[in-house]
């Protein structure tokens, strides 16, 4: 599932990604480092030691994502659409800040 994700967002121009963990993170990172070289990304775990709830990765990921102007995706599932079309959507639209169901 998350080589899909990672391969779409690849698409998409996207050069970097935080995943949000909480189970065996070291396994996440041995396992994910040849999907980093594939694709040309840079994936970041975002530790969640205790569960946080629904948006609490959101939340704990905020010191990585950081506060500037930067368009990003969140991603709960598996998606098929073209994400660059997405992109593209927003600011054509002139949309700094966009929330929509993939």
Same mark, same amino acid.
């Given at each position: ?23 065996? +993170? ?24 205790? +569960? ?51």
């Amino acid at each position: 599932m998350i080589y899909h994700q990672v391969q779409a967002l690849a698409a998409a121009g996207v050069t970097d990604i935080v995943l949000a963990v909480n189970y065996r +993170p070291e396994v996440m990172t041995a396992a994910l480092a040849k999907y980093e070289e594939e694709f040309n990304v840079k994936i970041t775990f975002s530790v969640e030691s205790e +569960p946080l709830g629904t948006a609490g990765p959101l939340k704990l990921a905020e010191k990585i994502l950081g506060k500037g102007d930067s368009p990003f995706f969140v991603l709960n599932c598996m998606t098929g659409r073209d994400l660059s079309r997405k992109i593209g959507h927003n600011k054509d639209n002139g949309n700094d800040v966009q929330s929509q169901k993939l």
